[in-house]
């Protein structure tokens, strides 16, 4: 009688199931906890930014950061807030021409100004709608925190407000002496008269100020003030003339 083969032994395969699972570690679930953060964080920035923004392109702003400490330092501010509709149009045109003349045609940027600012190692290149974002939102003095914030913020204005809106805010809220802020509080002070009453003459000696409101008057010029009033008068009606008024006028 032949022998009958044993049987061969199948290999067991090695399940799945045996290996075992490594859990993460705990620097590994640290950084899944801090891009978590770091999201939300985020989202919880641009969101708190976009509402207090739109806020704004709907209701005046009551105050500022700048206008408080200016308050408790002064003990108290000069400022009426005046619609575009009752400020003089030759006083929105004096501003533009002083502060941003191309402000119709960027998008809160300047590029042009801040490369030719940058190559001739001054400052200056901040448009309006840059300091509307200052002195609203952020603070003042110079900081590369505070012009990296501001230049993300301002296209933002710039998408959410109109051209008109960027501007009322701006001369409702610039200082034009110490404690007087917004242009109808200053046309006050300065003339006695209301900003939709400006001259081109008045208006333009306000322009002027604006850069250093502390050390200039619009009632009393200086030589300098009164030749930068000249240059401004001049402005603006170059840029009424060229169309660089459309955005705010219409």
């Known amino acids: 009688m032949a022998d009958t083969p044993k049987?061969?032994?199948?290999?067991?395969?090695?399940?799945?199931?045996?290996?075992?699972?490594?859990?993460?570690g705990?620097?590994?679930?640290?950084?899944?906890?801090?891009r978590r953060v770091l999201v939300?964080?985020?989202?919880?920035?641009?969101?708190?930014?976009?509402?207090?923004?739109?806020?704004?392109?709907l209701i005046n702003p009551p105050t500022n950061a700048y206008m408080l400490s200016e308050g408790r330092r002064l003990g108290g501010v000069q400022q009426d807030w005046v619609p575009m509709d009752r400020i003089a149009p030759?006083?929105?045109?004096?501003?533009v021409a002083a502060e941003d003349a191309n402000?119709?045609?960027?998008?809160?940027?300047?590029?042009?100004?801040i490369r030719d600012a940058m190559e001739n190692g001054r400052g200056g290149a901040s448009t309006i709608s840059q300091q509307v974002v200052k002195n609203l939102f952020l603070w003042h003095g110079r900081s590369w925190a505070r012009k990296s914030i501001e230049a993300v913020w301002t296209p933002v204005?710039?998408?959410?407000?109109s051209k008109r809106r960027i501007l009322e805010i701006y001369l409702n809220v610039a200082e034009f002496d110490a404690g007087v802020f917004g242009v109808q509080a200053a046309a006050r002070h300065?003339?006695?008269?209301?900003?939709?009453?400006?001259t081109a003459t008045?208006?333009?000696?306000?322009?002027?100020?604006?850069?250093?409101?502390?050390?200039?008057?619009?009632?009393?010029?200086?030589?300098?003030?009164?030749?930068?009033?000249?240059?401004?008068i001049q402005g603006a009606d170059t840029i009424a003339a060229d169309g660089r008024a459309e955005c705010f006028e219409r």
Request: charged share 20%; net charge positive.
């Open 7 to 24: 049987p061969t032994k199948r290999r067991a395969r090695k399940s799945t199931r045996d290996t075992a699972t490594t859990k993460p």
């Open 26 to 34: 705990l620097w590994h679930r640290a950084l899944r906890a801090m």
């Open 40 to 57: 939300w964080g985020g989202a919880g920035i641009v969101g708190f930014v976009l509402v207090w923004t739109l806020l704004y392109a």
């Open 90 to 95: 030759v006083m929105a045109r004096s501003a």
């Open 103 to 113: 402000f119709c045609l960027h998008w809160g940027l300047d590029v042009n100004a």
């Open 157 to 161: 204005i710039e998408v959410l407000w």
């Open 190 to 198: 300065y003339f006695g008269v209301d900003a939709a009453d400006l």
């Open 202 to 232: 008045q208006a333009a000696r306000l322009a002027a100020i604006l850069p250093a409101p502390k050390e200039r008057s619009a009632s009393n010029p200086s030589s300098f003030t009164r030749n930068r009033t000249a240059q401004i």
